[in-house]
């Protein structure tokens, strides 16, 4: 009997303990994925600042550079093709052109610098997604012209042009968000979610 | 039942252990991977650019080596080289560099990468360990990055303009066009657009391409056709090897095979927005990439020259008004900076680095120049010997003249000496000019043998600068008068061919009591000797035509009188820039300023030149907005290089070390064959403001380039940044081996003008050296 009591004793004490312990293993687990996502994330941006400023870039961010045609051709993508490593882990990739040149798409704001050649703050706007990329690329000119910055929009290329690289020590500036929402919080229902935020900037020099 | 309990604590201790330990090595090795790739991408981007910066001219197994070299010792600074560099291939097939570094780091180099000269390609892969892989069958990752760097000068246009209209005939370039506005063309004129290929090793270094930002640009006028690959036989049109591009939100391309000759093996290496479907291209109009203002390089200021030869110390000041400059007396000019007192032995006056208003060629008085002249001898007889202070030069002429008393045997002269005159008056005396063409230098007296030897005489020697090495003499002349007058006139029998000739005369007359004697003005006398009825005078501002004087006496006399004239070194006036950075500020000169020819010859190496306000560079007048055109013979920047036919006369001769073919900027590498531009005696190696830099202004100048007229001829070797106005008329052998970067360009050619703009010859002034293309 007190080999039975002490069983039940140490049910019920793990039964006690165990959502803890197992709240702390999926936390562990969450937050190791979550560094790893927001680690590519970073990796991400960085590819797809690198590839804007390169001499085979095609001045358009959704088609392939202009190297690809060549007898050897190279091996760059679209410019957001990047976003996509973080596909294996489940995310998806959100990408749209702006309206105006001056705008960035439909899903962000943009708060200018205070000093007009430094990147802005971009914050998500609307009807946002958890685990998707948001894609924000941008142009920022070296010397302060108008427009600046300057924001892919094909719509308005008769009065902007579609291109929106310009070279001269312009800087072009790759901004990814995710809203990521750690398992627990479906799990226990919490709403919140976790905003990572990576930003690149490389400076155009061909 | 304790035994139970163990194994439950244990059982919840490993699936936590588990978890942890399986996320930290998930976490580990991706961000490990993650580090990793970033540091390769760094690794290799470095390498790349790193290495392309020793890119050189053409392509050779050496200079191959020399790049894939380059990016693996720079690999080895950054990490430990466990291998050895293993290079092999051929410049048409590429070379392809591997080795192995520590941290199972492999390296692949390739260069050239896809036939292009100037591209080296970089690939790194590094062997990464899975923690704990063994257990899941995979003991390691591989991470791969790779970049490709490209050498500025081949990836900056040979021509970058905001607006370039082409005026008359084919104006070749090459390499590539870039425009900012759409390419205007008139009188049947074609611009084109060559490639840079080079045969010995099927490789290329420019691919010709042509890019007009604007929309709508017409490739092929009315009439206009593009012969293909040939610098004639295109009109009206715009051509290029490569390909055209123009529209930056609209594009059009040239017609394959019409005006855009993409050849099968431009095509494998050049990447042709039009056929790729791609988009446009940013075309840049004057990219902010181009060269810094020489006037802020300490380089550049440290060579700067005050009135003593002094350093200035400071930066030009581009309000700052300038005393005059003069050129063997004459004002040429206004500036801070040394008057050179004389020419050197070619009859070039040489100029110092320095802060200046304006250099007019036009205003020299003359090539020749007096670097010596003797005192008159005493009276001797039979032997008659003349000195001067110093032994001569190499090169200059000396000339002397001798009066003596009358006979009718000419005087004898040591060897080389060479008479040019003569006059024997009975009852006066005998009057000779001799002269030695070329000397070899170190002589500084010359004897002359009279005879009978009772014969009584006086003698002077003199030294001149910028006389024609060969055959100075151009005409000669002599007179006697038998009845005693007062006033007589020594003339040339021929017209002189050539203003700024060296006319020098001999007068013999009788030394009578109360005599005098008085030149003609204008004059300069050499020797006045009324106790012995000697004197000689020149002239060096005489115009063509018979050159004559008047001499006059104070007792009616007996003459005998004779004159020569000598041809000047080249056909015009000169002027040299020594090697360092030279700023015009347009002060001094109404309207305009900076350098202008005006029928001179300007020869330069290793030289930056600034313009600011309303400076600029005229080949005729310094007029403002360019002046006319040259309307001399000889109107030119630099002279023929050595590598294009024979060296000038002149450089064997100059002083400064001869042979100012290329008018070059520093560090400039002339072509080959050519040594006379070895490289900056100034210019630190990588200074960006001077490197390359021939020509700058800022955008504020309202000065222009103007090398108008079909005799300007142009041998530039260098870079020119000139936001402002440029026109370049290009005759059968003008030149510029370098890039011309220009707000409003106007080129027109004459026919077999070859290449007007471009070269391989590594001139690049950009901040950026290399850049990454992939």
Request: proline share 5%; hydrophobic share 40%; with cysteine.
């Amino acid at each position: 009997m007190v080999n039975h009591r002490k069983l039940g004793q140490a049910l019920v004490e793990f039964a006690l303990i165990a959502p803890a312990i197992f709240l702390l293993i999926g936390a562990t687990v969450d937050l190791g994925r979550g560094l790893l996502i927001y680690t590519m994330l970073q990796g991400a941006s960085r590819d797809m600042a690198r590839q804007a400023v390169l001499g085979y870039y095609s001045g358009s961010n959704t088609l392939s550079p202009t190297c690809t045609a060549l007898t050897t051709p190279c091996t760059l993508g679209p410019l957001t093709n990047g976003a996509h490593q973080l596909d294996p882990l489940g995310m998806s990739v959100v990408y749209q052109d702006s309206t105006a040149i001056s705008s960035p798409p439909t899903y962000g704001t943009y708060a200018a610098n205070a000093n007009p050649l430094q990147p802005g703050t971009i914050t998500l706007t609307g009807a946002i997604n958890a685990s998707t990329v948001y894609v924000f690329i941008y142009e920022l000119d070296s010397t302060g012209g108008n427009p600046n910055p300057r924001w892919s929009c094909p719509s308005c290329a008769a009065a902007s042009g579609a291109a929106v690289r310009t070279s001269g020590h312009q800087l072009v500036v790759v901004d990814l968000k995710l809203q990521w929402k750690p398992v627990l919080n479906s799990l226990l229902g919490i709403p919140s979610t976790i905003t990572f935020d990576s930003q690149s900037v490389e400076t155009l020099e061909y | 039942m304790r035994k139970r309990e163990r194994g439950q604590v244990l059982v919840i201790v490993a699936v936590w252990m588990l978890a942890l330990i399986g996320s930290a090595a998930l976490i580990l090795l991706t961000g490990s991977v993650e580090w990793q790739r970033n540091q390769l991408q760094q690794l290799a981007d470095g390498a790349a650019t790193d290495s392309a910066l020793t890119i050189g001219v053409g392509c050779s197994a050496g200079s191959a080596s020399t790049v894939i070299t380059q990016a693996d010792n720079f690999l080895a600074t950054q990490r430990t080289r466990t291998g050895s560099l293993s290079i092999g291939g051929s410049c048409a097939a590429g070379y392809t560099g591997t080795d192995a570094f520590a941290g199972a780091l492999s390296e692949t180099i390739h260069y050239p990468y896809r036939g292009h000269q100037q591209q080296v390609e970089v690939i790194l892969t590094v062997a990464l360990p899975i923690s704990f892989g063994n257990y899941m069958g995979a003991s390691n990752t591989n991470v791969t990055r790779r970049a490709v760097g490209q050498q500025l000068s081949g990836s900056a246009a040979a021509i970058r303009a905001t607006s370039l209209s082409c005026t008359g005939g084919q104006f070749n370039v090459g390499g590539s066009i870039a425009a900012s506005n759409a390419i205007t063309l008139s009188g049947g004129c074609a611009v084109y657009a060559h490639d840079r290929f080079e045969a010995a090793s099927s490789t290329y270094s420019d691919l010709g391409n042509v890019a007009v930002f604007a929309n709508g640009q017409t490739w092929v006028g009315g009439g206009g056709s593009c012969a293909a690959g040939t610098n004639s036989g295109s009109s009206n049109a715009v051509c290029a090897d490569g390909y055209e591009l123009s529209g930056h939100n609209a594009t059009t391309c040239g017609t394959s095979g019409t005006s855009a000759f993409l050849t099968a093996g431009v095509t494998a290496i050049n990447a042709n927005p039009c056929a790729a479907g791609t988009g446009p291209l940013p075309v840049p109009p004057v990219s902010t990439s181009l060269p810094p203002e020489p006037n802020t390089d300490p380089a550049g200021i440290a060579t700067l020259r005050n009135s003593a030869g002094g350093a200035v110390g400071s930066a030009c000041n581009p309000a700052a008004v300038y005393p005059n400059i003069t050129a063997g007396g004459v004002v040429v000019g206004t500036g801070l900076g040394p008057s050179p007192a004389s020419a050197d032995a070619s009859g070039f006056y040489h100029f110092k680095p320095s802060c200046y208003g304006y250099l007019n060629l036009g205003s020299f008085a003359g090539g020749i120049s007096a670097r010596q002249i003797g005192a008159e001898s005493a009276r001797q007889r039979h032997f008659v010997t003349a000195t001067m202070a110093g032994a001569s030069q190499a090169g200059t002429l000396l000339v002397a003249t001798v009066s003596a008393e009358t006979t009718p045997n000419k005087f004898a002269a040591t060897a080389g000496w060479v008479s040019a005159a003569e006059a024997n008056q009975p009852g006066e005396g005998r009057s000779e000019i001799w002269y030695y063409p070329n000397n070899p230098g170190g002589i500084s007296s010359i004897t002359f043998t009279m005879n009978p030897a009772t014969i009584n005489g006086n003698a002077q020697l003199s030294e001149w600068l910028g006389v024609a090495a060969a055959s100075p003499l151009d005409q000669s002349g002599a007179s006697t008068v038998a009845v005693p007058t007062t006033t007589t006139v020594i003339a040339t029998a021929g017209a002189l061919t050539q203003t700024g000739e060296l006319v020098i005369t001999v007068d013999g007359f009788q030394n009578l009591p109360g005599q005098t004697f008085t030149r003609a003005a204008g004059w300069t006398g050499v020797v006045t000797d009324v106790a012995n009825g000697y004197g000689s005078e020149y002239s060096l501002n005489l115009p063509t035509g018979i050159a004559s004087e008047t001499l006059t006496s104070g007792v009616p006399s007996l003459w005998a009188n004779a004159i020569a004239g000598f041809k000047p070194a080249g056909a015009g006036t000169g002027a040299v820039l020594d090697p360092g950075f030279y700023y015009f500020n347009g002060s001094g000169f109404a309207g305009g300023g900076g350098i202008c020819l005006n029928g001179g010859e300007l020869l330069a190496r290793d030289v930056t030149l600034e313009f600011v306000n309303q400076a600029g560079l005229s080949a005729g007048t310094c007029a403002a907005g360019g002046g006319a055109n040259c309307s001399a013979a000889t109107c030119q920047y630099g002279s023929t290089p050595c590598s294009i036919s024979a060296c000038p006369p002149n450089a064997a001769a100059d002083s400064a070390g001869g042979g100012y073919t290329w008018f070059a900027a520093p560090c400039s590498q002339a072509p080959a064959g050519d040594a006379s531009c070895p490289g900056s005696t100034w210019c630190p190696s990588g200074d960006r403001a001077c490197w390359n830099l021939l020509l700058w202004a800022p955008a504020s100048n309202t000065g222009q380039i103007a090398i108008k007229g079909t005799t300007a001829r142009h041998w530039l070797l260098g870079s020119l940044y000139w936001p402002g106005t440029c026109t370049d008329t290009v005759n059968g052998t003008s030149t510029l081996d370098g890039t011309l970067s220009c707000g409003t360009l106007s080129v027109s050619a004459a026919a077999g003008a070859g290449i007007a703009v471009g070269s391989d010859y590594g001139i690049s002034t950009a901040l950026i050296q290399a850049v990454l293309v992939e």
